[in-house]
């Protein structure tokens, strides 16, 4: 069976890509499976400099997911392609760039800089991140501002595939994804994780030294499954579903409401081979659906 995907010129031999921030740079999870066998690896977020991330407790288990506040600690853009780039199977499997910028220009370095390997197949805009420039709110958060960021990473792209990752911690989703197809985004991903925080009753303290947290797992499925839907209700971009997704179940759930390809993130850190594992059982679960191509199951939802 054809499990191919395309988004853009990007072709995946699947539509099984790992979240940016769960897999590592992608080496770490050699052990576990092929790496060749996936659709395509969504690295760490990367900036220009390296960054140390948050201190003390980052990760705190809750019900249904996890909460984390990692702080976006990174070996910086020129690290990871001098020593990581080349031991991935960019041959094979497409690589996919998360950028991470507290400004305009630093979108604008980071996309000049990846334009220029060919080893990258793609680059994934950050729009979570903090506008250092107009007070620390999320890029994503404004449609102007998130229009802005991806104009200047698709103005230094060249031929590189441009996904934007939206926030969902706004108003209307709809808005935002709308005006980064406007922009020149040539698919949209989403979503990241959701504000949460969790408590200690006995030490009196919160379970993360930074307090708040993104939460990730199971619990925002049934959300991301929503944002994904009424995304595609408006625009022509393909989408990429992330949030939640543990079974290929869910995988085929994503692909109904129309998301032509998913990523799977907070999972792995319970089984790390889940993702070499789902691509192995695409083909048998599509059998039980009675369906040829993924095309043929893709945003079929009877409503």
Do not use: W
Not at 31 to 46: A, H, Q
Not at 229 to 251: A, F, K, R, T, W
Not at 256 to 271: D, E, K, M, P, R
């Amino acid at each position: 069976m054809d499990l191919s995907v395309k988004i853009g010129n990007l072709l995946l031999k699947n539509p099984i890509l790992t979240a940016s921030g769960t897999f590592g740079y992608g080496i770490e999870f050699e052990r576990f499976g092929d790496l060749k066998k996936l659709g395509g690896i969504v690295v760490k977020g990367l900036s220009i400099n390296p960054r140390q991330g948050n201190m003390g407790d980052r990760i705190a288990e809750t019900p249904c997911g996890m909460l984390n506040s990692i702080g976006l600690e990174n070996i910086g853009i020129r690290a990871f392609l001098d020593n990581v780039l080349p031991k991935l199977p960019y041959k094979t499997t497409p690589i996919i760039v998360n950028l991470y910028g507290e400004d305009i220009h630093e979108f604008e370095t980071l996309s000049k800089i990846t334009s220029e390997r060919d080893e990258i197949a793609a680059l994934e805009v950050n729009i979570s991140c903090p506008n250092v420039k107009q007070g620390g709110m999320q890029f994503g958060q404004d449609e102007k501002s998130a229009a802005k960021v991806c104009e200047a990473v698709k103005r230094h792209a060249g031929s590189k595939v441009v996904i934007v990752k939206l926030s969902p911690n706004v108003t209307d989703i709809k808005k935002i994804a709308k005006s980064v197809e406007l922009a020149g985004a040539d698919a949209i991903s989403l979503i990241n994780t959701i504000p949460g925080m969790a408590v200690d009753i006995y030490m009196r303290r919160p379970k993360l030294t930074n307090v708040i947290g993104g939460l990730s797992g199971p619990a925002i499925k049934p959300i991301a499954l929503r944002m994904v839907y009424e995304v595609l209700q408006i625009v022509d971009i393909p989408v990429i579903g992330v949030g939640g997704i543990c079974s290929v179940e869910d995988v085929f759930e994503f692909i109904l409401v129309g998301a032509h390809a998913v990523q799977i993130g907070s999972a792995t850190f319970t089984n790390p081979a889940l993702c070499f594992e789902i691509v192995d059982s695409l083909e048998s679960m599509a059998l039980k659906l009675n369906i040829n191509s993924l095309e043929e199951y893709r945003g079929k939802l009877l409503i």
